[in-house]
């Protein structure tokens, strides 16, 4: 496994290792690599900042590194990718307890989030083939339609003209939140930030449908207060 970008000149296992995965935007695009995202489109979707072009250039360099293969359309990681699992959800477990607090406002991407979320969804208990559920921020004109045809789920941003099983209501920060493990999903209902809308069978599914983030076990939910309580 080798690097053909300059080094820090240090024979050093770590030093090494920064050499591969050291660039701005590795790390994360290896976390999405790690949760299952593989074809180029859905890691530019996932990654907004990221230019398609950077994004093309760091797949490359894994693939010399021996990180990932690319197999038709897809890239999949390696022994060696797959390994940096711990590493990385560990540096995760590390953020969330050093350095995550508040969101700022320019973290807080309503699309981003929902693409983050159409991946971890389990509809398996709903009845029929197609599951539609919508999500409607209150802080954010924008609509967004998740789309599960026999457990494979799409991101729609125009409405895909279907009937609509369960909507979403929240606020970007309170729904970011829930997702990342700071608030719990009982805690947002109860206080009304997060609201589940249409037939009870379904709404009272929607906790174990809703799965969270990979990252929401390692956050404190107890250093998250209420709005009102916070502004005191």
């Known amino acids: ?45 996932g990654l907004p900042g ?19 293969d690319k197999v038709g359309t897809e890239y999949l990681l390696t022994a060696a990718g797959q390994e940096l699992e711990p590493i990385l959800f560990g540096l995760g477990e590390w953020g ?10 320019e973290e807080l991407d309503a699309g981003l989030l929902v693409w983050w979320m159409h991946s971890r969804l389990d509809t398996s208990s709903f009845p029929g083939k197609r599951h539609v559920l919508c999500v409607r921020f209150t802080d954010d004109f924008r609509r967004y339609w998740i789309v599960i045809e026999s457990g494979i789920a799409s991101v729609c941003d125009a409405d895909p003209g279907y009937p609509i099983d369960v909507t979403i209501n ?7 939140q829930v997702w990342l493990g700071r608030i719990p999903l009982s805690h947002a209902m109860r206080t009304g930030r997060v609201e589940f809308h249409g037939p009870s069978a379904l ?9 969270l983030s990979p990252v929401a076990g390692y956050s404190d939910p107890s250093a998250v207060r209420d709005p009102v309580t916070r502004a005191s």
């Open 1 to 45: 496994m080798t690097s053909t970008t300059a080094g820090y000149g240090q024979y050093c296992p770590i030093s090494r290792a920064l050499d591969v995965l050291g660039e701005r935007w590795s790390l994360l695009i290896l976390r999405d690599l790690l949760i299952g995202t593989s074809r180029f489109n859905d890691l530019a979707r």
């Open 50 to 68: 990221l230019s398609r072009s950077l994004l093309a250039k760091r797949l490359r360099h894994f693939e010399r590194a021996g990180l990932i």
């Open 96 to 105: 969330a307890r050093w350095t995550f607090g508040e969101p700022q406002p």
């Open 170 to 176: 929240s606020d970007i920060d309170s729904l970011y």
């Open 203 to 211: 709404t009272r599914r929607m906790p174990s449908v809703l799965r």
